[in-house]
C-alpha cells in the first residue's frame, strides 16, 4: 500500500466506530495524513413516537445540525494528537454508497471502518456497509473486526 494521504473514517457514532476512529487518528498520525470523518444522515428519517411532527427539510436540518456538532468534537480528538482533521456529513439511504462517492470525490487513499455500526436490522435486508465500501472502493480499506462487549 502507498503511503495514506488521506484517511476517511466513517462515523455512526456507535462504539464500534469509535473504535474505529481511535485506529484511524494512529494511522493518520503515524502517516501524517489528513483524517476525513464522515457521516451519513438518511433523506428518509424514521419517525419516533416522542418527536414533535416537523417537515422532512425541518428534520434533516436537525440531523445534520446534531451530527455537525457530535463529528466536531471527534474532530478535536484527532487535532489534539496532532492529525489534521476535516469533517462531513452527506445524505443518502445506501449508507456504503455515499460513503464511497465521497471517498472518491476527496480521493481518499484509506477508509478504515468497522464490521458493526448502528444498522441492526437493516444489515440483513440491505447488507453490510463495511462489505459494500469493501467490493466498491477504488482504494485502499481496512476493516477492523469487532465483538460486541458481554453485558
Given at each position: 500500500?502507498?503511503?495514506?494521504?488521506?484517511?476517511?473514517?466513517?462515523?455512526?457514532?456507535?462504539?464500534?466506530?469509535?473504535?474505529?476512529?481511535?485506529?484511524?487518528?494512529?494511522?493518520?498520525a503515524h502517516y501524517r495524513?489528513?483524517?476525513?470523518?464522515?457521516?451519513?444522515v438518511p433523506f428518509i428519517l424514521p419517525l419516533t413516537a416522542r418527536e414533535p411532527v416537523l417537515s422532512?427539510?425541518?428534520r434533516q436540518r436537525d440531523q445534520h445540525a446534531a451530527a455537525a456538532g457530535r463529528l466536531s468534537e471527534l474532530a478535536s480528538l484527532a487535532t489534539a494528537k496532532g492529525v489534521t482533521a476535516r469533517t462531513e456529513i452527506g445524505s443518502a439511504n445506501e449508507v456504503g454508497m455515499e460513503l464511497?462517492?465521497?471517498a472518491q470525490?476527496?480521493?481518499?487513499?484509506?477508509?478504515?471502518?468497522?464490521?458493526?455500526?448502528?444498522?441492526?436490522w437493516r444489515t440483513i435486508p440491505f447488507g453490510?456497509?463495511?462489505?459494500?465500501?469493501?467490493?466498491?472502493?477504488?482504494?485502499?480499506?481496512?476493516?477492523?473486526?469487532?465483538?460486541?462487549?458481554?453485558?
Amino acid at each position: 500500500m502507498k503511503l495514506a494521504k488521506r484517511i476517511l473514517a466513517p462515523i455512526d457514532f456507535s462504539e464500534f466506530s469509535r473504535d474505529a476512529l481511535d485506529v484511524a487518528i494512529d494511522l493518520a498520525a503515524h502517516y501524517r495524513a489528513e483524517l476525513l470523518l464522515v457521516h451519513v444522515v438518511p433523506f428518509i428519517l424514521p419517525l419516533t413516537a416522542r418527536e414533535p411532527v416537523l417537515s422532512d427539510t425541518e428534520r434533516q436540518r436537525d440531523q445534520h445540525a446534531a451530527a455537525a456538532g457530535r463529528l466536531s468534537e471527534l474532530a478535536s480528538l484527532a487535532t489534539a494528537k496532532g492529525v489534521t482533521a476535516r469533517t462531513e456529513i452527506g445524505s443518502a439511504n445506501e449508507v456504503g454508497m455515499e460513503l464511497l462517492r465521497i471517498a472518491q470525490h476527496h480521493q481518499v487513499d484509506l477508509i478504515v471502518i468497522a464490521t458493526h455500526g448502528m444498522t441492526g436490522w437493516r444489515t440483513i435486508p440491505f447488507g453490510s456497509v463495511a462489505d459494500k465500501v469493501v467490493k466498491h472502493a477504488d482504494c485502499a480499506v481496512l476493516v477492523l473486526r469487532v465483538q460486541p462487549k458481554p453485558a
